[in-house]
């Protein structure tokens, strides 16, 4: 592996781990920023699903372990995520802030795909 994609892995796995376990550990705190939620159920299970994928792209990047199908899910993900993120903010249903993880999630994405060019 590079170690530019390296790297990026690693803020990756890093932001993956901090947004998921965020609401796990401080709820009043995740909604002060990105606003009340009618579902905290909803909220903590996304948090648990992105978790897994932090612990696993560190660890793989961490062993020097990425292959393609880890790529996948963590490009995947960061798509999905913050796909949603924009289009719920910019549509009023979500506060705004979702906007800026639209914007790490993307640089997240766009730095993993030209590391992997280079």
Known sequence: MRPPERGILAVHASYFT???LWPLIHYRSFEAI???KRDDWLVKTLGVFILPIGFAVASAAARDRVTAELRLVVIGS???L????AWYALRGRIR???LADAVVESMLVAGLLLARRR
């Open 96 to 98: 705004r802030i979702y």
């Open 82 to 85: 913050g796909a949603a993120s």
């Open 34 to 36: 990105t606003g009340p």
């Open 18 to 20: 901090i947004t998921g």
């Open 78 to 80: 960061s798509f999905a």
